[in-house]
């Protein structure tokens, strides 16, 4: 496994953008498979975004397709998610997820790595 840690989080206006980093310890950060997740205060947490170990295919939740973005920089072991147009509705804390595969999930059982989580708050 590998130690996760988000950052980027904040407080922003509606409209606005934030870009999200996971940095990830250890050597093998470039086979694994990574997702953004998120909770809003009183829900349960959801999928996100993700996007598979060589960077070649994504996949994003309704909610949030066409307006926020996930690449990644395995030189840096980094996974990013660039997030414009924000909505009061994506306030929530984020988390980012890992696991060593080929495959790619939109299930979070299915990743067993992950981060503390990072706050976003979207006023209106």
């Known amino acids: 496994q590998v130690q996760l840690v988000e950052s980027g989080g904040g407080l922003v206006q509606a409209g606005g953008s934030l870009r999200l980093s996971c940095a990830a310890s250890?050597?093998?950060?470039?086979?694994?498979?990574m997702g953004w997740f998120r909770q809003a205060p009183g829900k349960e947490r959801e999928f996100v975004a993700a996007i598979s170990w060589s960077g070649s295919s994504t996949y994003y939740s309704d909610s949030v397709k066409g307006r926020f973005t996930i690449s990644r920089d395995n030189a840096k072991n980094t996974v990013y998610l660039q997030m414009n147009s924000l909505k009061p509705e994506d306030t929530a804390v984020y988390y980012c997820a890992g696991r060593s595969s080929r495959l790619l999930s939109t299930t979070q059982t299915w990743y067993d790595s992950w981060g503390q989580g990072t706050q976003v708050t979207v006023s209106s």
């Open positions: 250890g050597r093998t950060f470039s086979a694994y498979a």
